[in-house]
């Protein structure tokens, strides 16, 4: 109907226009700086002189650059990083490094926290900046506002309810959770930060991975899966009655990995029918029906650790990003290692960072010209750089 028509064509136009609503390759979002194209010349994929471009660029740039690469990325861009990690060592490694460019292989809340961790003077590049992660954007920082109310609403929030953010949210996030008093956490030290809030608040808001929230709470700190509760920040309330989200110990936001969010019990059981012998690995990503099925879990450092540690023809089922797994796998072949799940599964936005924008990047940062800087304003760094502060005065941070 005409009437219906015009009112859908309106819809679509202001759905256009809105800053929450992001056409890919259209125009840039300064909010969130995503789906953007990137400006100039990136070079062709198939250009068969991709690794000595970047390895020219790299020799012309020389201290001036230090280039970060995730253990997520891929193989043919992990070879130009100066130092791997996990995303919180990272960010210590690009404060240490002193240079006055980093490159961050990685995604995009790495590369905001680095920027919060280094100095004015050095600049953060992210090659690609539509390398996001699925999870981080999963909170959005007026849902958490929204979420807030909703616990002060329901007699929790301020002086009874602690936030903590995993280290994969947005730059917002995390200065929302230092001014609320809370902290952010890793999978590595979520157990510490879980405690930590406990000595100061009866309950804990824990972003945006729900499943690390749960299995910290209920495998390492002893929580039953009654005393946790999922707030969906697209229901009324988050979903829960009031009631019931006051009384909670631990109240996680529905956010999960797209990519450790696909491994199930049944693989599990898949691999140990076909493998004799094998240990399942996981990271706390992973639901927690997967964990209590696995032998072990830990944060990505954990799985690299226990696999070198390994003795000789030990069998690994390992559940974490396929291009750790597979590197892993090339560097101890005196290991038997596959992954866990039977469907090949990659973190994409990881992947948006490849060689042609690596080596524009760098070509670019060579000529003088910084593209795809990532920055974050002031007020946001100073509380975002609160509640990490609070993290690395974790005992035994
Ligand atoms: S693997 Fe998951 S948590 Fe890590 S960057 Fe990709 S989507 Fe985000």
């Not at 030290?189 to 729900?210: I, T």
Request: aromatic share 6%; charged share 20%.
């Amino acid at each position: 109907m005409p009437q219906a028509t015009a009112a859908a064509a309106t819809t679509l136009a202001e759905a256009a226009a809105s800053p929450t609503l992001l056409l890919l390759g259209r125009r840039a979002d300064p909010a969130v700086e995503r789906g953007v194209i990137c400006p100039g010349a990136v070079p062709d994929p198939a250009d068969p002189d991709l690794v000595e471009r970047a390895r020219a660029a790299r020799a012309a740039l020389g201290d001036a650059v230090f280039i970060l690469g995730h253990h997520y990325q891929r193989d043919d861009v992990i070879a130009f990083a100066d130092a791997r990690g996990d995303s919180f060592k990272l960010a210590r490694d690009a404060a240490a490094s002193g240079a006055p460019h980093i490159v961050f292989c990685g995604v995009h809340f790495m590369a905001e926290t680095a920027d919060i961790l280094t100095a004015p003077t050095t600049t953060v590049i992210l090659p690609d900046l539509a390398a996001g992660c699925s999870m981080a954007d999963m909170a959005e920082i007026a849902q958490v506002e929204a979420a807030w109310a909703d616990l002060s609403d329901a007699g929790a929030g301020p002086g009874h309810t602690v936030p903590l953010t995993y280290m994969n949210s947005s730059a917002a996030i995390k200065a929302f959770t230092g001014r609320a008093g809370g902290a952010v956490c890793t999978s590595s030290n979520a157990e510490r930060a879980l405690r930590w809030a406990f000595d100061r608040g009866e309950q804990v808001l824990f972003l945006p991975d729900q499943h690390l929230g749960r299995n910290t709470a209920v495998r390492r700190l002893g929580l039953s899966l009654d005393d946790c509760v999922v707030y969906d920040p697209h229901q009324p309330g988050g979903g829960v009655e009031p009631a019931r989200l006051r009384a909670a110990k631990v109240v996680l936001w529905k956010g999960h990995c797209s990519v450790h969010g696909t491994f199930v019990p049944a693989h599990v059981a898949l691999v140990r029918a076909k493998v004799p012998g094998v240990k399942v690995l996981v990271h706390p990503e992973v639901r927690y029906e997967v964990v209590e099925a696995a032998d072990l879990v830990g944060s990505t450092e954990f799985i690299i650790n226990t696999v070198r540690a390994a003795p000789p023809g030990t069998a690994w089922a390992i559940g974490t990003e396929l291009n750790l797994v597979g590197r892993l796998a090339q560097e101890h072949p005196e290991q038997t290692i596959t992954y866990l799940n039977d469907k090949v599964c990659f973190c994409s936005t990881m992947n948006r960072i490849d060689l042609p924008h690596l080596v524009w990047a760098l070509e670019s940062l060579a000529a003088g010209r910084v593209v795809n800087p990532v920055r974050v304003d002031p007020d946001t760094a100073g509380w975002a750089r609160v509640a990490l502060d609070r993290m690395l005065a974790l005992p035994g941070a």
